[in-house]
């Protein structure tokens, strides 16, 4: 019997996937296998103008209480960008994705420093891309937005795998808003995850497991935390009571 609660801080909904169908139904379906009981998902995709992308989720997720919308952001785009996300909350979504890489900005720049203030007004947290320096998306300046905005929630996807893991906790470290998100670690190399929380630099409780899927494989991802050695204790912080806290599910 299944008594552990599994959540995914970070999903796409294609609505096609290696030339099959998914949608929903495959969403779901690669959840259940994986044993995941609820999903925030974002808007598979990272166009210019994220605004049609945005709606059309919010409007297919509709009456799905194991789907948590978020909502894809360019803060490039100014007013349109904040009147967009405020549209998205009211409409369900649960968090904002900063996607500076493919957006074409630096994510401590100050044209972000709106969409985190409606951030702390509307109550949501900020999903960030890390990546490297010459992305935008330098878990360094992840922490620089981090700090100028400390009442804002921050889960850093992909925890600055690869060459960046160290500079990602050392981030999380200095900035206590700061939770390291698994996507593709976990499935890939769970023994990073692991080394981190038995160094004893940034515990358990700071990690939140996301898949990435469907480019991710949720269940390998699932799988890598379970069989990679963990506590008990911090295996169920990872998987899923660490994001039902920041949730509030």
Known sequence: MKTQFVADFEAY???????????????????????????????AG???DPRPLNADLLQEVVGESRILPGCLVNPTMG??????????VDQGARTVKLMAALHGYRVDSTCVDPI?????????????????PMSGCSPRYIGNLARRHPNVTIIMDHMGY????DMAVEVAIENANVYLGTTLVAAAEPIFIKNIVQSGRIGADR???????P?????????????????????????????????QL
């Open 13 to 43: 909904m294609p609505a096609v996937f290696n030339d099959k169908p998914y949608g929903k139904p495959g969403l779901l379906s690669l959840a259940d296998e994986a044993g995941i009981d609820c999903c925030v998902v974002f808007p």
């Open 46 to 48: 990272v166009p210019p």
């Open 79 to 88: 007013t349109s960008a904040s009147d967009d996300l405020k549209k998205c």
């Open 116 to 132: 985190m203030h409606q951030a702390v007004s509307l109550g949501i947290t900020a999903t960030v891309h890390s990546g490297s």
């Open 162 to 165: 690869r060459e960046w893991v």
């Open 207 to 213: 990690i939140v497991f996301g898949s990435n899927s």
């Open 215 to 247: 480019s991710g494989v949720a269940l390998h991802g699932v799988n890598g935390i379970r069989n990679v050695g963990f506590t008990v204790q911090d295996e169920s912080l990872i998987l899923g009571q660490n994001l039902k806290q920041i949730y």
